[in-house]
Every structure is written in C-alpha cells, then in structure tokens.
C-alpha cells in the first residue's frame, strides 16, 4: 500500500508539471530595428546648389523679375517692375521733350515763324513767340540731361534686379545651423577695470 501511495502521488506530481508547463507560453524573440546611419554632411551638401545664384542672376538678365521667380520671391516681381517702369517712363518723358524744343528750335534756325511756340491755346498765331529761341536751348539742355539720367537709373534698376536675385539665391542656402554660431561676447577685466569686447565662434560636433 505504501508503495502504492508513492506511486499515485508521484504520478500526480508529474501530471502537474506538465500542465504547467504546457500553460508557459516562450518568450517572444524581440528583433531590433536595423540602425540607419544618416550622413548630415552629405544631406546638407545635397541642399546647397553652387549654380542656383549664378542661375538667378542669369534669369533676372534675361527677363527682370525671372530671377525673384526662380528664388520664390514673386512678392518682388512688381516692385522690379514698378522701378524699371518708373525709369523707363521718365526717360520717354524727357525725350519727348527734348524733341519738342529741339524741333522748335531747329525751325528758329531755317527762318521759320511756325512753330508750336508761336501760337497761343487757342492756335491764335503770335507776333512774339511765348519761349525766346535762348530759352529753347535751355530746355534743350535741361531735357537731354534728365533724358540721360533717367537713362542710367533705368540700368541702375535692371542692374540692381540682377544683384537682388544673385544675392537671395546665396542667402536661402545659408547655414543656420544652431551648431554653428557666431556671437559677440564682452567680459570685465577686474584687473585694470577694463572691458574686452570680441567675437565667440563655437562649433558643436
């Protein structure tokens, strides 16, 4: 009977066992992620163009306002536009001018009494010309000098639209990195009681 008994309560031991360990379930195997290395030198160079100023310089020469199109600054298309138009507008102004008095004063020359000068707003002619034939040189003078610099701001706008693309095209690949940076700095000496003003330039790897 007592071996019996062992017997009964070995088999119940061993039945216990197993459903325990039927029960235990393995441990799911975690699989780490691949690690990827990122090359931020590469991807920075990546960013920065060389030829993107040298071609909105080129664009904005072609066309005025085509460079500020290339950059995405269509904000400044009209004001390249209104600038260059303003001079081009004085310009044909003074010309026209120029023309009038000129031509007067051409007619003056050959002996003739017909010209614009001659008559009044009602197309009345005059026995004396309302401008004298020295006043005629004046205007001339006076024209042909605004003629001329209405002529050189004209390129100092179309110049001035090349130089506004080259430059934007440069500062919209500029580093502002935070790692890289660059700023004044002042320290007291209390030594001589003076004061050392410099610039800090600091580098973060």
Not at 178 to 199: K, M, Q, V, W
């Amino acid at each position: 009977m007592p071996n019996k008994s062992l017997l009964a309560l070995a088999l119940t031991f061993l039945s216990c066992f197993t459903l325990i360990a039927q029960d235990k379930k393995p441990e799911e195997e975690i699989i780490p992620e691949p690690l990827i290395a990122v090359d931020t030198i590469s991807l920075a160079r990546e960013r920065i163009n060389p030829l993107s100023p040298a071609k909105a310089a080129f664009y904005s020469a072609i066309l005025p306002g085509l460079g500020q199109a290339y950059n995405k600054k269509y904000w400044k298309i009209p004001i390249v536009y209104g600038a260059i138009g303003t001079g081009i507008y004085f310009y044909l102004n003074n010309s026209k001018e120029y023309d009038r008095y000129r031509d007067a004063y051409k007619s003056r020359l050959a002996g003739f009494k017909n010209d614009e000068f001659y008559f009044d707003a009602n197309g009345n002619q005059l026995t004396t010309p309302r401008i004298t034939t020295s006043r005629l040189e004046d205007a001339q003078k006076f024209y042909r000098r605004n003629k001329e610099i209405s002529l050189l701001v004209t390129f100092g706008l179309y110049a001035l639209n090349i130089i506004d693309a080259n430059v934007d095209a440069h500062l919209m690949q500029y580093n502002v990195d935070e790692n890289l940076s660059l700023a004044p700095h002042y320290r007291f000496n209390e030594i001589d009681a003076t004061g050392n003003l410099g610039l800090t330039l600091n580098f973060k790897f």
